[in-house]
């Protein structure tokens, strides 16, 4: 079946600490996988996608096909990181879109 | 630009009721998606459109669900007659083409009484 699990409800950290955000998911092909943000009072947007390797706002996220995982990655939280992060992949073609329960991270001063 | 635009932003019915939501997409975008998220959990795509044509409506509840984008612009999804269960953020999304970032509006939060 096809699944994106995101272990972490919640995830607290101070600031200036590494942070990572797991993601793993089960896909039978070549999905592609991105990471959506919500900040309070905010839409969901995009973070970032894997097929564009870039690092957005200091985070990062490798797509391991072998251990299927797209864990997101920051070496040193800040305070406006604090968000709803959501990992989701799409097959091909864009079908089947799914979404994972989210992580909440929260950014202690 | 205003981005994604739905409406209403909040609807309090009573259970049995029917209820719509109405989507207007970014200018241009040939993919609408409509998500269903549940509190303290992900969204889950209900149906998605390319142009006017649903190409995934494979988890729409087509008992009570419908759903239509007749022009290929703005879309309307409908709840007849809505559970208590229906209670959830409705989140509308749509993309320039099918892998494409896809862009969320701001989500109708229903509330079945």
């Known amino acids: 079946a096809q699944r994106v699990t995101q272990p972490e409800k919640l995830l607290s950290v101070f600031k200036g600490a590494p942070v990572e955000l797991k993601c793993n998911y089960s896909?039978?092909?070549?999905?592609?996988l991105f990471w959506y943000v919500q900040y309070s009072r905010q839409r969901l947007q995009l973070l970032l996608r894997h097929i564009s390797r870039e690092s957005i706002k200091g985070f990062t996220a490798d797509l391991n096909k072998g251990e299927t995982s797209f864990h997101l990655k920051k070496p040193f939280a800040q305070e406006e990181d604090s968000a709803m992060y959501y990992c989701a992949l799409s097959g091909p073609g864009g079908f089947k879109t799914i979404f994972g329960a989210g992580t909440r991270l929260f950014v202690k001063a | 630009e205003a981005g994604v635009v739905q409406s209403p932003r909040y609807k309090i019915i009573e259970k049995k009721q029917p209820v719509a939501f109405w989507c207007n997409p970014i200018s241009g975008h040939n993919t609408l998606y409509w998500y269903l998220q549940n509190l303290g959990q992900g969204p889950e795509l209900l149906i998605r459109y390319e142009n006017e044509e649903a190409v995934d409506d494979s988890q729409l509840p087509k008992d009570r669900f419908s759903a239509e984008r007749l022009k290929g612009v703005d879309s309307t999804l409908k709840i007849q007659p809505a559970e208590l269960g229906d209670s959830a953020v409705y989140l509308c999304?749509?993309?320039?083409?099918?892998?494409?970032?896809?862009?969320f509006g701001p989500g109708t939060r229903l509330t079945v009484l």
């Open positions: 896909y039978s092909g070549s999905p592609e």
């Open positions: 999304a749509s993309s320039r083409q099918g892998v494409d970032e896809q862009f």
